[in-house]
């Protein structure tokens, strides 16, 4: 519909500029005036007229009087200019005064001026009915193109094109994945070994990992056409539209190949079957079906290998991870230090860092980033330089960045009462007072009152090495620190005036308390044993109930057992700041003058303290 009112725009546009151009054809520097044949008679015989055009049936009156209008008369067709002056009683004397010039009417001006009125008209219906036509067509050409896929192709010698040199990090994965490059470079060293090449390489890691980069990679180091297509864009709500994109995308790579397919999202359309919904008709179960038989109908080593990523690889139907499908999977771990510095100098190249800035450190206050988040990590450094107003990317702008990734902007317009302030800054003490004196717990970095995103304050704690292993001693310490902030609200103002405040402290503590009890068999009182299978809803992904293998007997001791968890951590972290309670006070006498304190004053602060926390796990 917008299409075709701009076309109706255009027309009547084009018949505008043409009746310009027609007028200002025929138009002359002078006004004229339209009269009758009595008055140029009369200007005649009072010899005021320099000059007469005769151009068809119209006499124009040029007078002498330069600022006085032009003349203009029609006269009867067939009719000559003198016999008509004959008529009227000129005298031939008067005729003989003024400069008499007989024009012939062009031919085109002529034809045009009978053949136009009777043409536009019919020209105009004529394109109405065309520009009609086309938009018809147009909706029926989308009609049978319901069933084409949508893929994207990138071309190979697309000059944007990345490889692995673009990626940084991830070696195991890009290990992986030369082989694929290998393949695709040269299959006859492979077929002649009789070896065949993996049909489908399903890339799985967390959100921001890279694995749709990764795949971008091999089609680039491949040089070979890439289409990319999300999962989501195969269902449509008509039955069979999706596996007919299937077949589509499918027939295209084939005819470029070698070429690589790259399903994005996978597990939107290849969620385990059978759930119930649905039935034979279920759309995503048709376009998994689809997607299964292409990939088990490729010849042996045709050159197309189809990557597929997600992040939620337990979803996915067995079908799919059968050999001779997706049976290479290729796992993309979170960045360690080694990785994050190398993806933190790829993302600093076309930005001007300080030369203070040591990336190497910026890693080391990173942990648990992904790929992702450290590229905007650097982003948001860059854009608060420029609100700054300074040339370059400093310290202060990072550090602000990191937290921001973390917690979400800083809320300064946030205004507090007094004893609103008080309790935060007591909240957030106990916080970074029971992590400080319990060895288990992350190093305190930061500590403010200045509220982040949904968080009133926040106690900022990072690992100084990558964790990979969690250990008992560890969950326990984490449980105290993060009933601090409770523990201190009942002890300095009562229980009859604790707020809502810790309520997320509570939620986080009890949570860790369920893992130990139940998934990471930390409880003496239940063994070494898991409790509880979650179902899913595998058509929407949704936890619909939890399917209990134990009895309710054992649902007490569970309770019992999570219960005693947390009643631990809450003597803890009590021991411990009643202990220190000058040190804590100190420490929200600070946070009300200055609302945050970095981590170098925080020690200084705490005096005599565990400067080295030394690792548990030997």
Wanted: aromatic content about 6%; some cysteine; proline content about 4%.
């Amino acid at each position: 519909m917008k299409s075709l009112f701009k076309n109706f725009g255009l027309i009547f546009l084009t018949l505008i500029i043409l009746a310009g151009v027609m007028s200002l054809s025929t138009s002359n520097s002078r006004a004229t005036e339209t009269v009758g044949v009595q008055k140029i008679i009369a200007e005649i015989n009072a010899e005021t007229v320099k000059e007469i055009n005769v151009e068809g049936d119209t006499i124009r009156v040029v007078p002498k009087d330069d600022n006085a209008k032009i003349l203009e008369v029609k006269k009867e067709i067939g009719q000559s200019f003198s016999e008509l002056m004959s008529n009227y009683g000129v005298k031939p004397e008067k005729l003989q005064l003024v400069d008499v010039q007989v024009k012939s009417e062009s031919g085109m001006k002529y034809w045009l001026g009978l053949i136009l009125p009777i043409l536009l008209p019919v020209f105009l219906i004529l394109g109405v009915i065309w520009f009609m036509s086309r938009q018809v067509q147009g909706m029926n050409n989308k009609a049978m193109g319901f069933g084409q896929s949508s893929a994207r192709q990138a071309k190979a010698d697309d000059k944007h094109r990345q490889t692995f040199k673009d990626v940084a990090g991830a070696h195991e994965a890009k290990e992986e994945l030369m082989e694929v490059v290998e393949f695709l470079k040269n299959p006859k060293k492979f077929a002649q070994m009789g070896a065949k090449i993996p049909k489908g390489v399903l890339l799985m890691g967390s959100p921001g990992t890279g694995k749709t980069l990764l795949a971008k990679a091999v089609a680039g180091e491949a040089k070979v056409p890439f289409f990319h297509i999300s999962g989501s864009e195969f269902v449509e709500m008509f039955v069979g539209v999706g596996a007919s994109r299937v077949r589509d995308l499918f027939a295209k790579a084939k005819k470029a190949a070698p070429a690589i397919i790259f399903i994005d999202e996978i597990d939107a359309v290849g969620r385990k079957r059978g759930a119930g919904l649905g039935g034979s008709h279920d759309e995503r179960e048709q376009t998994l079906n689809q997607i299964l038989v292409e990939m088990d109908g490729f010849e042996p080593n045709l050159g197309v290998i189809v990557i597929a990523a997600t992040n939620r690889p337990d979803v996915l139907d067995s079908a799919l991870l059968r050999p001779g499908r997706f049976d290479r999977r290729v796992v993309i771990d979170m960045p360690d230090i080694n990785d994050r510095e190398e993806i933190l100098k790829v993302h600093a190249k076309n930005k001007p860092l300080a030369k203070t800035i040591d990336l190497r450190k910026l890693a080391e206050r990173t942990p648990g980033f992904s790929g992702a988040d450290l590229g905007n990590l650097l982003n948001e450094a860059a854009i608060l330089a420029v609100r700054r107003g300074h040339k370059e990317v400093g310290e202060p702008e990072i550090l602000e960045s990191i937290e921001k990734v973390m917690l979400g902007p800083e809320k300064r317009s946030r205004i507090l009462s007094q004893k609103e302030k008080e309790m935060t800054a007591y909240h957030e003490a106990g916080h970074a007072i029971v992590g400080h004196f319990l060895p288990n717990c992350d190093p305190v970095r930061k500590v403010s009152i200045i509220g982040r995103g949904t968080a009133g304050g926040y106690t900022l704690s990072m690992p100084e090495n990558d964790v990979r292993y969690k250990v008992l001693a560890k969950f326990r310490d984490e449980i105290a620190m993060t009933l601090g902030g409770y523990v201190v609200e009942k002890m300095i103002y009562g229980k009859d005036n604790l707020s809502t405040g810790p309520s997320s402290d509570l939620k986080q503590a009890t949570k860790l308390a369920t893992s130990m009890a139940v998934r990471f068999g930390m409880s003496d009182e239940l063994g070494p044993r898991v409790y509880g299978e979650n179902e899913e809803l595998i058509f929407l992904a949704q936890e619909i109930h939890e399917k209990k293998n134990y009895s309710e007997k054992t649902a007490e001791l569970i309770d019992a057992e999570i219960a005693r968890m947390l009643r631990e951590g809450e003597k803890t972290a009590e021991k411990i700041l009643t202990e220190n309670r000058s040190k804590l006070d100190a420490l929200v006498r600070v946070l009300m003058e200055k609302e945050t304190i970095e981590q170098e004053d925080f020690r200084k602060l705490m005096g005599d303290s565990i400067e080295d926390k030394k690792d548990t796990v030997k």
